[in-house]
Each structure stands twice: as structure tokens, then as C-alpha cells.
Nanobody, 124 residues
């Protein structure tokens, strides 16, 4: 099982910013995985998990949910095993448990490994 570790999150007022971080232990992905996409999903209370943003291995492909376009930015760290989600102009509707995910095919379609979840709460 791959090790995916998240950090960041917390409580912020509407209009504020937060940054989430996620790191995957490359050694735990296995010997045949050398390119992988990463993504963020979120799950609000009583709702299903929803896609937020994704980024390819090289960083040249990015996808965003319509609800966060122009406010959230996904990026990869220098070592490529880390992904960040910069969240600006936060709204109460962004309140959710945020999950980091890893796609070992780099196609940004389905995800194999997940982080433990990080709570983001936006107060009005």
C-alpha cells in the first residue's frame, strides 16, 4: 500500500486562503511506477466525494472542477512527489474533507492511492 501523507487545512474566514500539501512515498509505489498524476478530491457532509483538481506527472496537464476554477491552483513540488493545492477566495461551500490521490497511470482518470483526509472549514 502506497504511503500518501497530507498536511495543511484548518479553519479560515470566507475570502481567506489556505494551502494543502500532499507527499507520496515513492518507494511504496512499487518498482514499475515511474510517472504518476496526483489530484485533490473533497467530500462535504452528507455528499459524495467530488473531484477538485488534478495535475500530470510533468505538470503540463491540469484539470479543475468548475466550482474552483480561478480560485484554486494545483502544483507539484520540486521533487515531483509532492503536490500542493493553493486555495484562495475561499467560500463556505468549500468546507469539506479534502483528500489527496495518486494515479499511477498518469492519465488523470482513476486513482489508486489516497491520503487520510484533511479538514477545511470556511466560516461565513
Amino acid at each position: 500500500q502506497a504511503q500518501v501523507t497530507q498536511s495543511g487545512g484548518g479553519l479560515v474566514q470566507a475570502g481567506g486562503s489556505l494551502r494543502l500539501s500532499c507527499a507520496v512515498s515513492v518507494a511504496t509505489l512499487g518498482p514499475y511506477v515511474n510517472r504518476y498524476a496526483m489530484a485533490w478530491f473533497r467530500q462535504a457532509p452528507s455528499k459524495e466525494r467530488a473531484f477538485v483538481a488534478a495535475i500530470s506527472w510533468s505538470g503540463d496537464r491540469q484539470k479543475y472542477a468548475d466550482s474552483v476554477k480561478g480560485r484554486f491552483t494545483i502544483s507539484r513540488g520540486y521533487g515531483a512527489n509532492t503536490v500542493y493545492l493553493q486555495m484562495d477566495s475561499l467560500k463556505p461551500d468549500d468546507t469539506a474533507l479534502y483528500f489527496c490521490a495518486v494515479d499511477t497511470s498518469d492519465r488523470m482518470i482513476s486513482y489508486d492511492y489516497w491520503g487520510q483526509g484533511t479538514q477545511v472549514t470556511v466560516s461565513s
